[in-house]
Structures are given as structure tokens and as C-alpha cells.
């Protein structure tokens, strides 16, 4: 829930040129969103919140690698997994699950159902992720990761 995010304060915000459009640029390093994580959302915390917590994140080109126990709601269950996400402006796509170093597509039950959840709720996340320049709010536009940072876009 981004609501529970409360104001951030974003430091070594930029003004920048993106897609020819006028914007405000953030840059995250790794270390930085996994501090922001663990200290605002249940997702990074250590206790147990469906469908997942104690939460890790490893930026990777184009996306990330989220570790964390994941809830399997038909078991009644926490496993740990990974999860390998893709972004791309403010859609997120969980195209797979990391068990034990071994990367499987989404099985359609279980696991599988417990993920679209997570991926339908990151979604939501990013699409209230707002920011004030000023006296202007802006709306996140995109979210873009390489291995070391996560760059966010407004407008």
C-alpha cells in the first residue's frame, strides 16, 4: 500500500529532459531502497504479512529480484522465493520464481496465485507513488533499473 509510505523525503532530485517532455528525475541506489523498504513497508519488514515479508531487493538491468518469504494461500504457508520482476513505465510484470538459485515460470495455482497478487499490488504502488516540486504534485511516469539504482520518473 503506497499510502503507508507517508512523505519521503527525496534527496538529489533533478530537473531533466525524458521522452522530449519535461521532468523531475530520482535516482535510488540499491542500498537506499532496501533502507526506505525496511523502515515503511510490511513488504521489507520481518514479521509475517500476507502475501509477503522480510523482503529483500537486488536490482537487476530492467527490473529487480525481490527474495522474501512469499505466501501459498491453498497451503497455508510462507516459502521463500524469489521473485524476478520487470518494469516498464508503471507496469510491473512478475515473470518468474527463484527457488533455491533455480529461476520457474508462474505455476497457475499456489505460489502462482500468491504472485499476481503481489504483482497486481505493486502496480497499484507504483500508480500512487506521487511527488511535490514546489507547489506542484506530480505522478509517476516510470521506473527504471540497472544493477546498481532504480530511477524514478515524474511529472
Not at 534527496?11 to 531533466?16: I, R
Not at 525496511?38 to 525481490?66: E, M, V
Amino acid at each position: 500500500n503506497a499510502g503507508t509510505l507517508g512523505i519521503i523525503p527525496l534527496e538529489n532530485a533533478q530537473s531533466a529532459t525524458v521522452d522530449g517532455r519535461q521532468s523531475t528525475v530520482v535516482r535510488l541506489t540499491e542500498t537506499q531502497l532496501n533502507v526506505l523498504c525496511r523502515a515503511r513497508t510490511a513488504l521489507c519488514a520481518a514479521s509475517p504479512t500476507p502475501p509477503l515479508y522480510d523482503a529483500s531487493i537486488d536490482l537487476r538491468p530492467g527490473g529487480a529480484l525481490i527474495r522474501g518469504m512469499v505466501y501459498v494461500a491453498p497451503l497455508g504457508i510462507y516459502q521463500q522465493a524469489g521473485l524476478a520482476v520487470r518494469f516498464s513505465g508503471t507496469s510491473v510484470t512478475i515473470s518468474g520464481v527463484d527457488l533455491n538459485g533455480t529461476l520457474y515460470s508462474l505455476p497457475d495455482s499456489g505460489l502462482g496465485s500468491s504472485v499476481l497478487d503481489i504483482q497486481r499490488r505493486a502496480e497499484e504502488a507504483l500508480r500512487a507513488v506521487t511527488a511535490a516540486d514546489g507547489t506542484r504534485l506530480l505522478t509517476l511516469t516510470g521506473a527504471y533499473a540497472d544493477d546498481a539504482s532504480l530511477t524514478l520518473v515524474f511529472r
